[in-house]
């Protein structure tokens, strides 16, 4: 799912910049050093990756002073805006992250961008370590005739509006269509799918966003088929995944069983990770269900269907020449892992086409070494040059789930600690950087937090989320 940092805390000083970075940075002398030796530590980025690895940090280097900067007013990126809203069990993590902030040597400044507010420069300056771990906000494109269409656009839209990603809301989701494509197979493509399908009756139960939850009021969809270009033995959604996609209110899953029996005799090889959903894959596409979910699935008006090995050759205009009316598809075939499109090709008729092929981060500063072709910053083990780390997807590109995040920060957070005991300087930390005079603290997002859950209260939800930055603010400073 789109990774997308949270906001985080703030602390008024030093003095007034405009939104062009000031590139005359750490504006101290050595006499005006903090006597606090310990080392000052930057974050850029509080999602899981920064969280993480702050609070590795923090636990090996008490001594140390961590700063964290994020571009939202609010904090926990990918948990906050990627996760969906019918999973609450995966946001639990947030109670640890709390924990993490409210330590005495970190303080948060929200509504904080790097590239805008402040420079890696600034920062590497003022710094003994910055750490990135912005994440990746932008979609990975699929660069074939057609793209351009009206009504072909992101899965990550969806993600964002039915989240309350500020800026999302006003996107254009068109659901007066029966049936939507989605071009991929992981755990965001299933998410959409699934949240399109969903009754609205049960997504009202949690934090989904009242904008999404209007568009499927009037939503005319009535099949989503998901689309992969590999076969059956290399779709990316995990086993919880393809459990929720059986078991959907109201919907029948669609498998194509002649997509399966080429590779029956590879299920026991596969390797114990990922057995038990290539499994339970399947033992659904081949075998007859149950009588009860037979039964079930009979009766349902909606489906969900998986088609493999396909690959998306061009999007068809209407007859307004503007907005996509169907998709063509090449028929692959399997030659080993080497996948081969052969000359048959099928096509759908669709009103929506919702990528969903991956993401890649941006270069946020221009000084920070990137890989445009990858979409990630330079590293080697998180490491990026002298001081300066990468973390989350930033680092790696978007891959694994939140665990696998944290794994990786704990792992970039010791490389920080590892370097530290090198030795480091006196550096100023937050008090050599430029003011920042729009920033929000930890004790706004609170205020938030307190506000989006007494709204929610009114309503029977768990929160209304706010989901634009003005108002965000504006409810801050009120």
Known sequence: ?????????????????????????????????????????????????????????????PDATIDIYEKLPVPFGLVRFGVAPDHPDVKKCISTFNKTAELPNITFYGNTALGRDISLKQLKQCYNSVLLSYGAEEDQRLGIP?????????????????????????????????????????????????????????LRKYDTTEDWLEKLRSSRVKRVVLIGR???????????????????????????????????????????????????LFKSALTEPEPETAERWARAEKEMELKLLRSPLEFLPGRDGKSVEKIKLAVNVMKGDTVMETKETEEIETGLVLRSIGYKSIQADKDLPFNDKKGVAKNVDGRVSEGVYAAGWLATGPRGVIVDTMGTAFKIGANVVA????????????????????????????????????????????????????????????
């Open 230 to 280: 590999r076969g059956p033995l290399n779709i990316s959604f995990t086993v919880k995944e393809l459990r929720e996609m059986l078991k959907l209110e109201n919907v029948r899953p669609v498998f194509h069983k002649e997509q399966y029996l080429p590779f029956k005799e590879q299920v026991a090889k596969q390797e114990r990770g990922r057995k038990r959903v290539i499994e339970l």
């Open 419 to 478: 370097d530290l005991e090198k030795g480091h300087k006196e550096n100023p930390g937050r008090s050599g950087m430029p003011s920042l005079p729009k920033s929000t603290s930890w004790k706004d997002w609170r205020k938030l937090e307190k506000i989006e859950m007494e709204a929610g209260k009114l309503i029977g939800r768990p929160k209304e989320k706010i989901t634009s930055v003005s108002e965000m603010l504006s409810k801050i400073q009120s």
């Open 1 to 61: 799912m789109h990774r997308v940092s949270g906001g985080v805390f703030a602390r008024l000083c030093g003095s007034r910049i405009s939104n062009q970075l000031n590139e005359n940075v750490c504006n101290y002398s050595r006499s005006l050093v903090s006597p606090q030796n310990g080392p000052k530590i930057a974050v850029v980025g509080a999602g899981p990756a920064g969280f993480y690895a702050a609070q590795h940090i923090a636990q090996a280097r």
């Open 146 to 202: 057609g793209e351009h269409l009206k009504n072909v656009t992101a899965a990550r839209s969806v993600v964002s509006m039915y989240n309350g990603l500020p800026g999302a809301q006003g996107v254009e989701i068109n659901l007066d269509t029966e049936t939507v494509v989605i071009i991929g197979i992981g755990n965001v493509a299933v998410d959409v799918a699934r949240l399109i399908l969903t009754p609205i009756d049960v």
